[in-house]
């Protein structure tokens, strides 16, 4: 299937300091797609990938689970650590799951760690119905467009496939697990405000994470998708000085050229 538009991956290639940003369920690089901008134009080698079943229709989502996705940033980890010197991760949503589980798998090779409304549970009555509700139902409604910014609009699907988000689910056991093995420099920003992932969830992630050096952050003026809210640039700043502050050499780096895929 096409991807639809807007929705492609982004690469940058930059400067000796890399980022790996990862997008959240059901989103696409869209909703990271200025933030990485951002930082690419502040020389830093950045990776925006699209996660597989993602970015094209919800039916390629629903043959997809945890596992792929897991999989896909892994590789993108990886390939960044073959051609930088340090390396970031940093994610919004499940995103942010995402790269606190790199975090926790790859230790000492990721230099710290930047999530935006980490989720770390599938909350309310329909998580427990999702193991017989995904074999009768095949959709719930969409959580796209968390948005406080009028005009602002996240690419993503309309509708959750139910076999994918019981993945999801599964995920969230596997990373809260994991959670302890967090040892690196975190910066934490979320909205008290979220409509798809409430703050017990960051300050779940807070309280199980062995990091020492942790910053906290509420972004008071947006809702989930705050990558593209009235908080965005301050995200991005906050984000850059954070690895600025563990990373000096950035902004030294070499001029490079951004594309998408």
Not at 119 to 137: D, E, F, M, T
Not at 190 to 216: C, F, G, I, K, N
Request: charged fraction near 20%; charge should be negative; hydrophobic fraction near 40%.
């Amino acid at each position: 299937m096409p991807v639809l538009p807007g929705a492609e991956p982004y690469r940058h290639e930059g400067g000796e300091v890399g980022v790996l940003l990862c997008h959240g369920f059901t989103g696409s690089p869209q909703s990271l797609r200025p933030w990485a901008e951002y930082l690419a134009a502040h020389g830093l080698t950045v990776s925006l990938p699209l996660l597989p079943g993602h970015g094209t229709r919800w039916e390629d989502m629903q043959l997809t689970g945890w596992q792929d996705w897991y999989a896909e940033v892994d590789r993108e980890l990886r390939a960044l650590r073959a051609r930088c010197t340090r390396v970031f991760v940093a994610g919004l949503s499940m995103g942010g799951a995402l790269a606190l589980r790199l975090a926790a798998r790859h230790g000492d090779a990721i230099s710290g760690v930047v999530v935006v409304n980490p989720a770390n549970k599938v909350h309310g009555l329909s998580a427990y119905a999702l193991p017989v509700a995904r074999h009768l139902v095949r959709t719930t409604r969409g959580i796209a467009s968390d948005i406080a910014k009028p005009g602002s609009v996240e690419i993503g699907y309309d509708r959750v496939p139910l076999h994918a988000a019981h993945s999801l689910r599964a995920f969230f056991r596997v990373v809260d697990r994991e959670l302890p093995q967090v040892t690196q420099p975190l910066l934490v920003l979320h909205s008290p405000q979220d409509h798809v992932v409430p703050p017990a969830d960051s300050a779940r992630v807070l309280s199980r994470v062995s990091s020492a050096d942790v910053t906290e952050l509420l972004l008071e003026q947006s809702y989930h998708v705050a990558t593209l809210d009235h908080d965005a640039d301050r995200i991005f700043e906050e984000s850059l000085a954070f690895i600025g502050r563990l990373a000096p050499s950035v902004g030294a780096g070499k001029e490079g050229t951004a594309a998408g895929g």
